[in-house]
C-alpha cells in the first residue's frame, strides 16, 4: 500500500485532534474529486512498518486515527488497511478510527467494520453540493457510528 499523506496534527477529518492517513488507490474515480492525485496506487510513497511505527507513536496526545484517500477499501489497500486498523485496536483500544470510501457500508467487511467507530460512505457526487453535513463532500454521503459491537447508526442530518 501506498500513501500519499499523513496529517499529525488533524482537526478536519472527524472529532479531536487526529492523525489523518491519505492512502493511494481509488477505483471509483468520482467526478469533481479534489483529490486525484490519489487514484492511482503507485502513486505517494510505501506504507511500512517505519511509517505506522512513528504514527503509532504520536498517537499519543490524539484522539484517533482517520483513514481516507483515495480509498482504503481499495482491493491494493484492504488487506493493509485490515492489520493496520486491527494493530491500532490493540494497541489503543480507547481511541478511534474514522474511514471515508466510496462504497456503500453495506459492502464493508464485518472483520474490518469491527476495528472502526465511524464510516462515511458513498461516493462524492459533484451535483449533489454543496454539502452542509460535517465531515462530508456531498449530500449523498452518510455517516455511520458504531453504537455497541457491531451495531452501527446512520446519520443523513445536517447536524451530524
Known amino acids: 500500500m501506498n500513501y500519499s ?5 488533524d482537526f478536519v477529518n472527524g472529532e479531536g485532534c487526529r492523525i489523518a492517513l491519505f492512502v493511494s488507490g481509488c477505483s471509483h474515480a468520482c467526478e469533481g474529486c479534489y483529490n486525484k492525485a490519489t487514484w492511482n ?7 511500512d512498518i517505519a511509517i505506522e511505527s512513528k504514527i503509532f507513536s504520536a498517537m499519543t496526545n490524539h484522539d484517533g486515527l482517520s483513514l481516507s484517500g483515495g480509498d482504503p477499501l481499495h482491493k491494493k489497500n484492504y488487506p493493509h488497511i485490515l492489520r ?12 478511534d478510527i474514522w ?9 464493508i467487511p464485518k472483520e474490518l467494520l469491527s476495528c472502526l467507530d465511524v464510516v462515511i460512505d458513498g461516493e462524492y457526487e459533484k451535483d449533489n453540493t454543496p454539502c452542509t453535513k460535517p465531515w462530508r463532500g456531498s449530500n449523498n ?18 447536524n451530524y
Open 5 to 9: 499523506e499523513i496529517f499529525y496534527n
Open 84 to 95: 493496520l486498523c486491527r494493530t491500532f485496536k490493540a494497541q489503543f483500544p480507547t481511541k
Open 99 to 107: 474511514l471515508w470510501t466510496g462504497d456503500l457500508f453495506s459492502t
Open 141 to 158: 454521503q452518510k455517516l455511520w457510528r458504531k453504537v455497541v459491537d457491531d451495531v452501527w447508526e446512520a446519520h443523513a442530518k445536517d
Open 41 to 47: 496506487p503507485k502513486a505517494g510513497q510505501p506504507f
